[in-house]
């Protein structure tokens, strides 16, 4: 059986900067080759990013997406890289016009396979995602042919991402062809024990396809999405044989024991029974050299709560690094979710970076201050301490208001405090500090602590920002560090602080019961005779439903932050602001 | 020929409310019953409102929505309205299960046709948009099976919206089956001029089918989307017979001569060369009894700035309504943005309801405080003064801070004054009163000038903004009314007043010039290139180009407001916040 070396480049590219992302294709195309292999997968859409959102619609960038995988092809080669072979994941279109209204040729997301200079041919994905974070039938028209490429003698099927996920069309094509090798360029983005289904599923395929796949998947934040790498190749019966890790750039290189492809393969009529049109590709059949050969790693998988603090680490490290972000600035109550933020910025940006603001008032408690500056003291983070009593005052002369109003009145001043030290020493952000469970009943008040660039824990509940303190500061002494997160951060009661003796549970159910019902309605979409069924309170179940219902606007207007599940709000979740349903009521 | 009085339903119904929308449905079906119709036609998901995002993903809402159908077939039989036939959108599902991940029903767009007490058949939509604002691939499975009911002697077609934008398909199979008629039931959301688009489609699709042609149109605002009306009735010939108002409600009805359906009518065996399945429905075959004919009215079309102010008006004055919001507040500069918005929310919810706030600093020029008053008195706005230089002081004596810092400070103690009226006289928003040249350069500040609940001129040019202020003015004169906008607020320079002889061209290019490039850049979607080659200066293409990238942090978290333009900022045109593109540079 020919040896095929294969190398799977796990990077971070930056979404829009075509040149940029050139250079980097180059990078680990160099490393590959230096690591001997006769075959590079880079990601899906590698050369322009994945979320490219409504840049897919602009037909200038779509041209130079376009360019650039042909002028990639020559670079290759002028840099003595001919000889291997890279697919590389790009932006393109269709050459036909169509009889949609517009009439234009419609973009497609496509993967090239480069060879000696040349373009050898060029995939359509063909099952485009259109759920959750996805709308690729805005984008993209999906392909219909499935092109096989023999490298070193091996036939490699090359598809993209969803592909892998839906049954029938490219991946059944392969097998019909049968492929060697599956080779599955992915930009796949980060959920919550995600790595568990992708790795029993790409195990699942190679059995099915009967064929070695290999899957490379993207890594890095963009916007509100974190991509966590975590490449893979098994073998045909569906053994992991090499593992990425989460959440860091790797090259994984692994040597292959591949079938030989035959004289004439299966499919070479150009049609098979699932529909898709199979093109065949020789592109090289003489057996590898000698080398030494290379024993695959399979990464140790983080612990559950680790690859989450991984994932809000990377993300609001790459929201910052990426948007030419240097500082970020963030009020601390001494409550646990600044406090955690502040963690995860410290050790997204490092404490040099972060600049913590502590702005009581006459309602803050004694240690709301000094557990700040605890927290500043275990971290490094610079802290200062603007009083806001004066501001409330000057305010209150100017107008008549009490209660809710004089209440989110305090907010509002922190948070003009906030944006004023960040637009005054930018390039910098204020992080916003709110979790998901009052993002989704809208206990917050927005321009008041909701002001921020960014919010880190958006998409976490406040049950699992106790529980990522805590793992933090056992990781801390695990490292025979300092923990970060004082002690009575986490074990006092929650108060926003805005009047005399105020509670979290004056206005809210306890936290292990809001979650449990926000959990079951948001992430799971039950609805309110599942909840009841389930031994909820119905009054409680009807105004925890209420109240997220009518938070959407308050969502609306709330900062990007690190998407962790199914069901962040945001694009996954969208209701309408004008919203007259009241299920059971 | 046959007599068949059909009754087009314009009306505004409420996102969610189903049983709302279902009594509704009742009261306009007992209308066109009173005019004496045969067939009544209600808009696309009349019972759940167009635009339900992902409640459409609710297993309970779609149940609920499948119910209310049910139901409503039985009380309209109830009510006496059994002979009426009606054409009911709604909202269902399909009944098998799939291969997707979920392996649940996908829900479907579906028409009812309802008759004596019976669901009789019901026509899922067979094209779906997914592109502007549409994401129904998201959301729904097409349908592939047309239904053709006979009513009094006439064989009628239903089909849905997109159905009728698309070439092929429900259109083709309607043609097929030698409709007399084609009922087309709509949620068409309102752009510039779509309404002459909206004409030249229907006349032409009668043509293409040889039937007289059916199209009615919800009315009204939702969220960011405002529903024009503007139903049409259309001969097989081309020739407009009758069309309902714009932005307004109104039960449509015309008497048509139309052809008998045959004995045994064309693609009764069920399948057609559209690939469409046909199925045949007989209601009624009996004459209609005689009756005075009545004379179908084609209602005049407003002028193209008369259509854009009512569209503005009808999106504020629902927001409000639905939301349950009685009053707004907005600053007021006596500025042009900020004055007609005023003018607007006056004509949406009436000048008792609006609260205008001067918030003058030690920069305020003396026109800024008298232009305000004028408005108020011309208008009858409820009109205050509180200055901020205190309490701009209040901060610096905490702040160290200066340059834009110190002029953002300003606008955001503003807008921490009009939310905290807004929060102590609530129900009620703030109105932001930015524009579209603004929002697209984020000539604006977050949490300053763009808080808000709603934003009225969110999609309207600058100099967009002049001709409808000068527009409004002419109306009032036309109507023997006081124009509401001072004349000093349309003919002065425009300027932030954030820092001493501020002017908006220290920062932008003229607005002639800066609306023209974005004209191009935003609604054209041109390249670089592109504009260059038009004879802008390629240094101001390239700042506007980046100013306009970069603001794309800023438009996600400003308010919503009412979209009139194909390429509205939001959902129709979204770009990614961490954006590396720099289209060639």
């Known amino acids: 059986m020919p040896q095929l070396r294969i190398a799977l480049a796990q990077l971070n590219n930056h979404v829009g900067d075509i040149s940029a992302n050139a250079d980097l294709v180059v990078e680990w195309c160099r490393r590959a080759d230096e690591a001997g292999a006769d075959l590079v997968l880079l990601p899906e859409m590698v050369l322009t990013g994945y979320p490219v959102e409504d840049l897919a619609l602009r037909q200038s960038f779509v041209a130079a997406s376009r360019l650039s995988v042909e002028r990639l092809a020559s670079r290759l080669e002028a840099a003595g890289l001919g000889d291997l072979t890279a697919v590389v994941g790009y932006l393109d279109r ?31 994905k063909h099952h485009l995602p259109n759920y ?34 839906q049954d029938g069309g490219p991946v059944a094509a392969a097998g019909e062809a049968g492929v060697g090798l599956l080779a599955v360029v992915n930009a796949s983005p980060y959920e919550r024990n995600k790595d568990d289904f992708r790795g029993e599923l790409v195990a699942r395929r190679a059995r099915e396809a009967g064929a070695t796949l290999a899957y490379v998947n993207l890594v890095g934040g963009q916007d509100e999405l974190v991509f966590d790498g975590d490449s893979i190749i098994s073998d045909s019966r569906g053994t992991i044989i090499a593992r990425g890790p989460q959440f860091a750039e790797d090259l994984l290189v692994a040597d292959l024991e591949l079938p030989a492809g035959l004289e004439v393969p299966p499919g070479s009529d150009g049609t098979g029974p699932s529909g898709m049109i199979i093109s065949h590709h020789v592109l090289s059949t003489t057996a590898a050299p000698e080398r030494a050969p290379i024993e695959p790693k399979v990464t140790e998988r983080l612990s559950d709560l680790g690859e989450v603090y991984a994932a809000l680490v990377l993300g609001l490290g790459d929201y910052c690094r990426k948007n030419g972000i240097q500082r970020v600035y963030l009020g601390l109550s001494g409550g646990i979710d600044s406090t955690l933020t502040a963690a995860i910025a410290c050790d997204a940006i490092g ?16 240690h709301s201050k000094s557990d700040a500056a605890e927290l500043a003291e275990r971290t490094g983070l610079h802290f200062s301490t603007v009083p806001i009593a004066p501001i409330v005052d000057a305010f209150h002369q100017g107008l008549d208001i009490d209660g809710i109003a004089a209440e989110n009145l305090q907010a509002r001043i922190r948070g003009v405090i906030w944006m004023a030290e960040s637009n005054q020493h930018g390039p910098s952000i204020v992080l916003a500090c709110g979790n998901k469970s009052e993002l989704a009943v809208g206990y917050s008040t927005i321009y008041g602590d909701a002001v ?41 009661e929650p108060s926003a602080e805005l009047r005399p003796g105020q509670k979290d549970t004056d206005s809210l159910p306890p936290y292990e019961i809001l979650d449990a ?44 932050g690190t998407k962790i599940s199914f069901k962040a709000f945001g694009r996954d979740r969208r209701l309408p602001i004008t919203n007259g349903w009241r299920e059971g009521r």
Chains 1, 2 share one sequence.
């Open 132 to 165: 959750g974070v996805f709308d690729e039938y805005r984008y993209f028209r999906p392909g219909n042919e499935l092109h096989v490429v023999r490298v070193r003698g091996v036939d490699v099927g090359v598809v993209i991402c969803e592909d892998l996920w």
């Open 351 to 366: 404490a040099d970076n972060v600049y913590g603001l502590s702005n009581p008032s006459a309602y803050s408690s004694e």
């Open 452 to 492: 921020g660039g960014y919010a880190p824990l958006k998409d976490v509940s406040k049950t699992y920002v106790w529980k990522l303190a805590a793992w933090r500061n056992e990781e801390a002494v695990r490292r025979g560090e300092t923990p970060p997160i004082p002690e009575n951060t986490i074990s006092k």
């Open 517 to 560: 019902i926000l959990d079951d309605y948001v992430e799971g979409d039950k609805g309110r005779a599942d909840l009841v069924a389930q031994g909820f309170d119905p009054d409680l179940v009807d105004r925890v439903m209420r109240m997220v219902d009518r938070a959407e606007y308050k969502r609306r207007q709330y900062p990007p």
């Open 94 to 124: 269709t050459d036909e016009t169509h009889s949609l209204k517009s009439g234009a040729a419609k973009p497609q997301n496509k993967a090239a396979v480069l060879h000696k200079g040349t373009v050898v041919c060029s995939y359509a």
